[in-house]
Nanobody, 120 residues
């Protein structure tokens, strides 16, 4: 199982970014997918999850209404559209496959992460 994130970068507060996560080596369409985040000096934080068919999505209160998770099961790709970014959104963003819905350390595979820096 391999997951490769991309799309991170430097953005000003209030800006937007879209992260992508390309999956390979497993049947993407059968797996729950999650986005996790690790802020500088802090532990992993669960942000969002999406069911295998994309029919249900879940968000942490900290990102609800600002972030949107989606997936393309034909392209084997997971997305995270991030709007109204805040300085506290700074961190390394990881996609993860499988495990329990809200599990932070519970997953079958996790990518190497992409860094998002929100700063003026």
């Amino acid at each position: 199982m391999q997951l490769v994130e991309s799309g991170g970068g430097l953005v000003q507060p209030g800006g937007s970014l879209t992260l992508s996560c390309v999956a390979s080596g497993f049947t993407f369409s059968l797996h729950l997918m999650k986005w996790l985040r690790q802020a500088p000096g802090k532990g992993l934080e669960w942000l969002s999850a999406i069911k295998s068919d994309g029919g249900r999505t879940y968000y942490a209160d900290s990102v609800k209404g600002r972030f949107t998770i989606s997936r393309d099961n034909v392209k084997n790709t997971l997305y995270l559209q991030m709007n109204s970014l805040r300085t506290e959104d700074t961190g390394v963003y990881y996609c993860a496959a499988g495990g329990t819905l809200y599990g932070v350390l519970d997953f079958a595979s996790r990518g190497q992460g992409t860094t998002v820096t929100v700063s003026s």
